[in-house]
């Protein structure tokens, strides 16, 4: 007898010792695992960062020893959400500026620069914001200088639209660009009446002002970089698409992130700039589990909002103006060239159908047909219905921000007509090229909610329920596919698909535990869902207080 108990308790504690051991077991939760078939689990096991395996918690709990327990007390988890389009660093930056965003008039702009100046600058400082939007203020004309240089006469002041594809300076900043009357350029404008410079200044125009800003610190640009992160994380963003960026600020975001002081994964596009080519000539791809560079930005046209947008035939609400590219044609073509050499992905901003055109085209002549390259049109905001199947005959991944339908809807059909929108933000139709479809929010162009996005991609209407049908319905799309495209296909757009944007074994234990089920919830309550908790490779970054 004695030996036989003694068989049974060497049995029980061998059972015991045979659990593998875990950093943490997630339990009591509906789990959307985003994989293949889209199924849910109420449990997750995780151990160094990833995903060891999802299911019952009875199962898991026979099978694993956990240090640490969550209990989600039957919230509801998806995976971190990734930004497929947006400006990481910038949005940083410009919460250290002033914040015109939703300004009613000029007047509530100029307002807000005096009381910035007051409270955070002194003697001959540069004024920098961004924001302003002339179609949201009763006169929708573009503003004028006269009342910067009256109140702002020894500081340069520079004020960009809430697209980044217009400013506003003053005559201070003007005469330290050298900017004159008369002054042309390619992919760009300097707006003039009667002779007379008016202050606007249209694309490529906007950096003969910016370029003489002074470069931020080192300080100013970690406590921008950790603000951003920390705002991204309480809207369930764990990796954002930074499109855009200059070799020196991947240097200073590698940095960050080595010192353990910028927790957040960043898939960057670097700038169309020679000393950037250089630099990733010299480096290769970079890739750590929280960056990712392989890719380059490049800018087709402009913005629909400042008619700079390059459209097939004029604006409807300005005759004779196409906008324009804001390059030549065959700059773009030795770019793509050039980038299909190497093996890299090319990112295109193209708003106007004539924009998406040059660049599909350019696209179809070095891809030729079906492949994996996945390069990317950002925006494609107007396609000629005869280009849409360009995207699928090359491969070519359309990426989208929902949030444009739902801000542009009130005046796009007066900038194209009632014909050409109904090829404008329609991303059902874009979706039905490849299959899938990245989703972004171009923050701080847009609002950085995620939750925004979702609401724009599948109801199609503005926080007051307007228009009552929704915009454009049949380009709408489902919440399944919403949510891909907010995770996995954001992923894929990324070549990540292999670590991240499904909750599956072997893939980064990243995810977010909403108070609502994104997936459920009526239309009118999406916007009010929360962000209670947000995991970063099995970390808690955030946690709503």
């Known amino acids: 007898m004695k030996n036989y108990l003694i068989a049974i308790l060497a049995l029980v504690l061998f059972s015991c010792s045979s659990k593998e051991k875990i950093d943490l077991l997630v339990y009591n939760a509906t789990i959307y695992t985003v994989d293949s078939s889209f199924s849910t689990a109420e449990a997750m096991a995780v151990r160094e960062g990833k995903i060891i395996a999802t299911g019952k918690m009875a ?19 998806y995976p971190g959400f990734i930004d497929a389009h947006a400006h990481f660093v910038g949005y940083g930056m410009s919460l250290q500026r002033v914040d015109l965003t939703g300004t009613k008039s000029w007047d509530e702009v100029i307002r807000k620069c005096e009381i910035f100046f007051k409270e955070n600058l002194s003697g001959n400082d540069w004024i920098v914001g ?3 939007d002339q179609n949201d203020w009763e006169d929708k004309n573009f503003p004028t200088k006269e009342l910067l240089d009256l109140r702002f006469p020894n500081n340069p002041v520079l004020l960009t639209r809430i697209d980044g594809h217009a400013a506003v300076a003053n005559q201070k900043a003007i005469d330290l660009a050298g900017v004159k009357a008369g002054d042309t350029l390619t992919g760009g404008e300097v707006e003039e009446m009667e002779g007379t410079l008016t202050g606007i200044l249209i694309d490529n125009a906007v950096d003969l002002v910016s370029s003489k800003i002074p470069a931020s610190t080192q300080e100013q640009f970690k406590a921008a970089l950790q603000a951003a992160e920390k705002n991204c994380f309480a809207v369930g963003l764990t990796t954002v698409d930074d ?21 957040m994964r960043l898939y960057v596009m670097l700038s169309d700039e020679k000393t950037n ?15 990712n560079v392989r890719s380059f930005k490049v800018y087709g046209d402009g913005a629909l909002g400042s008619r700079g947008a390059c459209l097939l035939e004029p604006y409807s609400d300005k005759a004779g103006h196409y906008g324009f590219l804001l390059s030549n044609p065959a700059h773009f073509d030795s ?6 050499q190497k093996g890299w992905q090319m990112c295109t901003h193209a708003i106007g159908d004539s924009g998406n055109r040059t660049m599909l085209n350019i696209y179809a002549k070095y891809l030729k047909g079906k492949n994996d390259l996945r390069w990317r049109i950002e925006h494609a905001q107007v396609v000629s219905q005869n280009d849409f199947n360009l995207f699928g005959a090359n491969s070519i991944i359309p990426s989208v921000q929902p949030t444009h339908a739902t801000s542009d809807m009130y005046w796009a059909g007066d900038r194209v007509g009632s014909e050409r929108v109904k090829g404008a933000y ?12 990245p989703l972004g929010t171009d923050f701080p162009v847009e609002d950085i909610s995620t939750f925004k996005t979702f609401y724009a991609a599948v109801v199609r209407k503005d926080a007051k329920g307007w228009p009552a049908e929704g915009y454009q319905m049949e380009n709408a799309l489902t919440r399944e596919q919403t949510l891909r495209g907010m995770t996995i296909w954001a992923a894929k757009s990324n070549f990540e698909e292999n670590e991240k944007g499904s909750l599956e074994k072997g893939k980064l234990a990243d995810f977010i535990i909403l108070d ?28 709503k207080k």
């Open 426 to 437: 329609a991303y059902n139709q874009l979706l039905q090229q490849n299959g899938w479809l």
């Open 130 to 132: 961004r924001g302003w």
């Open 243 to 263: 499109c855009g960026l200059s070799y020196e600020a991947v240097e200073g975001i590698k940095k960050l992130q080595a010192d353990n002081e910028l927790k």
């Open 59 to 77: 199962d898991l709990e026979k099978d694993y020893e956990a240090t640490e327990k969550l209990d989600a007390e039957g919230k509801f988890i």
């Open 335 to 340: 770019v793509a060239n050039y980038i299909s």
């Open 516 to 543: 609502t089920d994104i997936m459920k919830a009526a239309p009118e309550k999406i916007l009010n869902i929360q962000v209670l908790k947000t995991f970063v490779g099995g970390e808690k970054v955030y946690e």
């Open 277 to 291: 080519y250089d630099y990733l000539e010299k480096n290769g791809i970079i890739k750590t589990d929280r960056l």
